[in-house]
């Protein structure tokens, strides 16, 4: 009965989750039609002859009404075809598949430092809770969560790749780059991510520690007269890490539709440069797909998120009741 | 001072002082505290919030919050100072000699961990491997009585209801065989009947295990079944001590003598006269520099208290009192001294209209066959300015009944409710103005009842312009006029609740709950979170405030002593159904329903003599499957033959209005041998 109660649980989750990627779907496409321009236009450019330009909106069925057009975009959709980039005259889905690749990439190597020093910071901080290298930790943290991308991305460019030229200026590698140098490319374009993310992973880990010391039950553990290592392995991590993995799964949205700055900073070709590109191009289908490929990861960690929680908490898994 | 004894106390405190760095500044908590506890003794040790009982048991064990340190004296365990332990012995103090049991056994077990996993753990410390870890974690389950070990292993903590929590918690505990178990207000928040039978469980494992213990609480109840010998704490100092039955029996020192007073014992009722209270507050830690703690509380303080502390005088039989006038306690004036009010007669109340009917009430949750019968078919009339007791332990359907009075979960259809004659909408949205000013409510938190980030003149003056229309000077004169009837002061108008104490805290509850001018105030719990003393003064007030308004109330309490000062009538609840209602002295005196007869038993009292308590056996049967015939017949210990099992009794009432749902005839049921209204 409660496995079942969690499984309607999810199911509605899910449901929610494709209204609000049906409701992204219309957002998107009417805040496109709203732009000023037509694909048309778009192609033959601003000289062309109104004439020629009527002909081949006509010719791409932009001058159907614009809910006929959604509905065709949304079937094509359905049925695997994310339509026609006007700018590269060819399929969409090709380019936002390499886009998505490359930017999972970047998220990747973002996560994979950030997480342990990260966690590493907060539970240092928590553990020395008012001395002075918690205070330096978490001001630390909070500065740095404040430096925008594009300040820290140039900072880094300058220090890194100009003066000390220890990293590769740009995140492309040359084709055919085995696993090490995609790796030394990406380094650098991951840092800023990282700065952001640090102090607000680190403090989360601390407020969930500071709480888990605190905790009857780890008074309880100590009085049994285990030793320190254990519990706080077996009795504290275990419940102060909780809110911090939630918080580090529903980052992973942010991580990969949020590179904007950072992919045209450092001229990597990912999701975010792919949508802006498109956007300055008027190239419609591109970027209506591009932006509903975010949303949909966004949804997805989201979710995945909440299902590790779950998961993770007997009291959620359970069903809360006795 | 050295004392050669054959075998050292198991535990013993000398002059023990201890203090809080609080901003910057030492405030001390515990005062030159002596104590020693023999092998299998059992210590109580009573005081109110703030007394510094629990940081005796912190500085035990040497796990005071990080800004408190003992800053004087020595605690020995077993004759080692545990100051001079390190670190290794420290935990195997920690491991093998001493164990502890909180107050919040929900909080004490760690939410993620099976409670196999927890308890094993206490093995594996002790040299157990993996396997033989669990199987003497199962086997430890069983000797605290638990009736399923192998699948309470396997639960978390969530899954199991507090008394179980408690069971888990005491196992854990005793595991280690530990020679000092201190429990800290090991009952606190559980219901009286899982109170009793946690507190006969410890009294039956002191026995199996030879433990002393070390009691704290603030029950005074609790400590007079359970303990041989009774230390006083007050304001950090240990003001009286002795053997437990004579020092409740004739206290030496006046705090101990205002505690007992204030303590709704049998035989007095809110009709007969108002409750003793201490006068004041507790002093600030640390305030009082000369004389006596209590002196400026004390009816009896002289020049002398307020100049000289007082010794610690030795009065013979183990007894000490820390008094200058402990030979003539007896004269302590009463605190309240006031002309019987005038008591209402219930006869004249009950030709009218009541205050409050509910017929057949029923509320389900789920659908079958998993439906839950939270209440079923429940009938009750309240009569204007008396008080309706309502009884029953957890899931017994209390809560429910209220939560649906006040409009908070609808009602199954088919049942009615009405206010003052008019129908009651079971949502509160559909209700009139007038219909939501008349019914109120006093919750058992103030804490999270009130606004924290709200002045008490915000807090009582939006009631008063949500609740009585009032604005302006009109509100002003209101909300001043609330304030007096709830014995606060102006001063308090600009306070927030964290400013304020307790019962302070309660007052201002109570000022918003009647700034309508409520016909009706459901009280929930209304004292369970505050201390003795505060109690008292709180139920005065309560009973102060009906008497003069004339407000009906809907008394939900699992102390009953609570129930007993302030009802006129007690209905008591079992798994939704109502099996007995009547008039208080009625329901009280008896003949009584089994379950009702066990819980009055259950209750304990500062005589100590729960010898004739009636042991219910069985957790309470679940609302999803309830037992056919009688709903208690599962635990009743007069059961008396396949009727009981296969036919609901009927609910028959007698001439004064008291009906019993029971197949036994009246005149086998149980009656109370309570002592006389003195």
Redesign the interface.
Known sequence: ?MKGALGRFFLKRLALSLLTLWLLSVVVFFGCQVLPGDPARAILGPLADPRAVAALNQKLGADRPPVEIYLSWVGGLLSGDMGQSYAYRSPVAPFIGSALVNSLKLAAMVFAIVVPIGIGAGVLAALRAGRPLDRVISVAGLSLTVIPEFVSSIALILVFAVILRWLPLSASWPPGSGPLVQIQHLILPALPLVIVLFGYIARMTRAGMVEALA???T?????????WRTVLS??VL??AL?PTITVIAAQMGYALGGLVVVESLFRYQGIGSLVLGAARAKDFAMLQAGILTVGAFFIVTTLAADLLTTL????LR?G??? | MTDVTVSPPVLELRDVSVCYRIRGRAVPVLSRVSLSLGKGEVYGLVGESGSGKSTVALAVQRVLPSNGYVSGGQALVNGRDVATLDRAALRQMRARDVAMVFQDPGRALNPSLTIGRQLAEVFEILGSAGGEALRRAEAMLERVRISAPARVMERYPHQLSGGMQQRVVIAMALAKDPSLLILDEPTTGLDATIEAEILDLVDTLRREFGASILFISHNLGAIAGLCDRVGVLYAGRLVEEGPVRPLFRAPRHPYTVGLLRCLPRPGLRKSLAPLDTIPGFPPAPGSITAGCVFAPRCGLADETCRTVDPPQVELGEGRVSRCHHHDRIGSLPHEVVRPLPTAPQPAEHAAGTPVLELASLSKTYGAAPYAVHALRDVSLRLMPGQTLGLVGESGSGKSTLAHALLGLIAPDAGGRMALDGATLAPEVRRRSPEQIKTLQIVFQNPDSALNRSHTVRRLIGRAVTRLGGLAGALREAQVTRLLEAVRLTARQLAARPRQLSGGMKQRVAVARAFAGNPRLVVCDEPTSALDVSVQAAILNLLADLQAERQVAYLLISHDLGVVRYLSDAIAVLYLGRLLEVGPAANVLDGPHHPYTEALLSAAPSVTGERSGRIRLTGAIPSGINPPSGCLFHTRCPRRFGPICETEEPPFVADAAGHAIRCHLPREKLGRSMAAMPA
């Open positions: 009965m905790a009857d039950y008074r309880t553990a100590v009085l049994k007269g285990l030793p077996r009795h275990r419940n909780l993770l908490d007997p009291r359970t809360g009741r006795r």
